[in-house]
């Protein structure tokens, strides 16, 4: 069946550590995927897409990196900060229209 | 820019009513709108994508007839429940997608929806 699972439901980090959060997936063939930032009570917000020939994207104090062989992505937020702390979702694009979400690892930063 | 709005944030009604919301691209035509839901701690689950003048497209085991999509123009999309039952209570969400190519996977998503019936 296919699946997509992130690494832990909860993650607490220390102020100013690198956080890395993991999405792996079975059963998909993702052209690309994306990660999301969600705030209680609030729509996701759109962070990055990668797609299935790149290695790696960042944009500011992030990074993602995909793995179409392990069917594997890491997610980094460097200098990590409170106002970081939220749930951060990936989601995997095997098409224009079609995407599928993870059910998100909820970040806290700790001051 | 990219901003997706959605209205009401938050309804409650009585079981038996119809509800309808309405998800609105503020600043740029959206040719393709998505409605998901979530609910409590579990992941957003694609409902169904309408392209604007066309018929929605449901996921399996959504009910067409029970939860209506209208997509009438291209900053518009509404969502309506109708004969609503407490096992309708979610969090409902829409996305929309600019353009076509393959540059425009991203999807842009508005603050969502909070349904309660009663």
């Known amino acids: 069946s296919q699946k997509i699972e992130q690494n832990s439901e909860a993650l607490n980090i220390q102020e100013g550590k690198t956080a890395t959060l993991t999405c792996n997936y079975t059963n998909y063939s993702p052209a690309y995927l994306q990660w999301y930032r969600q705030d209680p009570g609030r729509g996701p917000v759109f962070l990055l897409l990668?797609?299935?020939?790149?290695k790696e994207k960042r944009k500011e104090r992030l990074k993602v990196t995909f793995d179409t062989t392990l069917k594997q992505s890491l997610f980094h937020i460097t200098a990590s900060q409170p106002a970081d702390s939220a749930t951060y979702l990936c989601?995997?694009?095997?098409?224009?229209?079609?995407?599928?979400f993870g059910t998100g690892t909820r970040l806290t930063v700790i001051p | 820019g990219a901003v997706v709005s959605q209205h009401p944030s938050r309804v409650i009604c009585k079981s038996g009513t119809s509800v309808k919301i309405e998800c609105r691209s503020l600043d740029f035509q959206a040719t393709t709108m998505f409605w998901y839901r979530q609910f409590p701690k579990q992941s957003l689950m694609l409902m169904a994508t309408?392209?604007?003048?066309?018929?929605?497209?449901?996921e399996q085991g959504v009910e067409k007839d029970k939860f209506l999509i209208n997509h009438a123009s291209l900053t518009l999309s509404t969502l309506t429940v109708t004969s609503a039952h407490p096992e309708d209570s979610s969090f409902y969400i829409c996305s929309a997608r600019a353009g076509g190519g393959a540059l425009s996977y991203e999807q842009f998503f508005g603050p969502g929806t909070r349904l309660t019936v009663l």
């Open positions: 989601a995997l694009g095997t098409g224009a229209n079609n995407l599928f």
């Open positions: 990668i797609r299935e020939n790149e």
């Open positions: 309408s392209n604007e003048g066309s018929k929605a497209t449901y």
